[in-house]
């Protein structure tokens, strides 16, 4: 969650909901392949 440029503080609201929905797609992308991966462990 890096490489973003400082010097635009204006955009911090755009820049925290744009980084959330990001962080929310990789959590549902990652969680659905976290579950496949313990069922394949742990099955």
């Known amino acids: 969650m890096g490489g ?4 635009e503080p204006e955009h ?8 959330w929905s990001v962080w929310l797609a990789w959590l549902s ?5 976290y579950g496949r991966l313990l069922s394949w462990v742990y099955g």
């Open 4 to 7: 973003q440029a400082a010097g």
């Open 29 to 33: 992308l990652s969680s659905g392949w």
């Open 12 to 19: 911090g609201a755009t820049e925290d909901a744009r980084a």
